[in-house]
């Protein structure tokens, strides 16, 4: 087989896995690629995986669906790219689009639960155990270290994530390049040209009545301007579906969002749920195409960029300071996930004993997800 076509076979196999594995949000799903990618495979090193999560958090869209395309990318090519993001999308929008029958047909329910209960504090394990890797290779000294700690702090107090994001880029570009200030003029940039998109979709329709090109202009705008956490999307999409479109109720929204989080995958498969909801199977996946489709295209254009905004040192310090405020993040994030991960002496014992398997015995996460989702579902139906 040529290289070409066994490396993006490798890039179908691994992105496919951890789309059906991936429960936990953003920051389980990118410790579990950098569990594939860097320590399993090394396809990337560990500074070279840091600078792309720092991409995706630059750019619009959900960051760890970019995180998938940008190795795809890194691997196989332009044809990596696609099949990297299409296949870490497919069974989550696969899982969400039955769930949305089954909500339609019999009426909402949460049969995850059960299954989250094992997995919820083997992820949290994962999540750390990938921090601290990423931790060593982004703090770079003292600067840093304090920056990232600052951003999980302030995080913790309510802090805007992209605020921490570019404020913590700037403070280091400013603190390392002081000298330079003078004899040059810092314009950073990050944009893209989205006004036309953001007005999409405001003159199409009446309101209450569904339209396909107005479904997939509202969800395209969607994906092409959010950033942040599912607690934004959740904004966007109320304003959209409920307020300005009235095509579902908040009741229908939260069953979207919650349907969305307890599935593997990443959240922004809501829009499938909702396209179901509100046009059946044609219409959820034409809202999954329309959400995702701007991730591809924005890491399509930032991808080449990232080895020239490392041969810059200003662009450069605000890329390492982007680095550590994300792991701070992903940190403060790990934080209030533990505590309702880790509720009982039973999913205790499952963190400690994910702790040995995965730091001393170096067990594939996917298998330690399994067992846990397994022991979970046995230990509710038999014992709790």
């Known amino acids: 087989m040529p290289p070409g076509r066994a490396r993006l076979g490798e890039v179908a ?16 799903h990118i410790a579990l690629m950098r569990d594939e990618v860097v320590r399993r495979r090394k396809w990337v090193s560990d500074d070279r995986f840091l600078d792309l999560l720092g991409a995706t958090n630059l750019i619009p869209g959900p960051n760890s669906t970019e995180m998938a395309i940008h190795l795809g990318y890194a691997r196989a090519g332009w044809p990596g790219l696609v099949v990297g993001g299409a296949l870490f999308i497919l069974p989550a929008m696969v899982i969400v689009l039955l769930s949305a029958w089954a909500y339609v047909r019999y009426g909402s329910g949460a049969p995850a639960i059960s299954l989250l209960y094992g997995i919820k504090p083997v992820i949290i394990v994962v999540v750390l155990q990938a921090l601290w890797s990423l931790g060593r290779a982004a ?7 304090i920056v990232g700690a600052a951003s999980a702090a302030l995080y913790l107090l309510g802090y805007n994530e992209l605020l921490l994001l570019f404020g913590s880029g700037a403070v280091v570009a400013l603190i390392q390049n002081g000298r330079r200030l003078r004899a040059s003029h810092l314009g950073v940039s990050i944009g893209v040209p989205l006004a036309a998109v953001a007005s999409l979709g405001h003159a199409a329709g009446a309101a209450g009545t569904v339209s396909l090109w107005t479904l997939f202009l509202s969800f395209l705008k969607i994906g092409s301007v959010i950033y942040g956490s599912g607690y934004v999307l959740l904004a966007f999409l109320r304003n959209e579906f409920v307020h300005r479109l009235a095509w579902i109720d908040d009741g229908q929204l939260l069953d979207a969002v919650a349907i969305g989080q307890v599935t593997p995958g990443p959240v922004f498969t809501t829009a499938t749920f909702i396209g179901y909801l509100v046009g059946g199977w044609s219409a959820a996946v034409l809202a999954t195409l329309a959400i995702f489709l701007p991730s591809f295209v924005f890491v399509a254009i930032s991808y080449p960029l990232i080895p020239r905004v490392r041969g810059s040192p200003w662009t450069s310090a605000i890329l390492d300071g982007v680095n550590v405020a994300a792991l701070g993040l992903m940190a403060g994030v790990t934080g209030e996930l533990a505590r309702s991960a880790v509720v009982d002496g039973f999913t205790l014992a499952l963190a400690v004993a994910a702790t040995v398997l995965l730091v001393r015995f170096k ?21 709790a």
Do not use: Q
């Open 13 to 28: 196999a691994v992105f496919l896995k951890l789309g059906v594995i991936g429960f936990g949000g953003p920051a389980a």
């Open 139 to 145: 703090i770079k000294g003292p600067l840093l270290a």
């Open 363 to 383: 067990v594939n996460s996917a298998w330690l997800i399994i067992a846990a989702g397994a022991l979970g579902l046995g230990y509710r139906f038999f014992v």
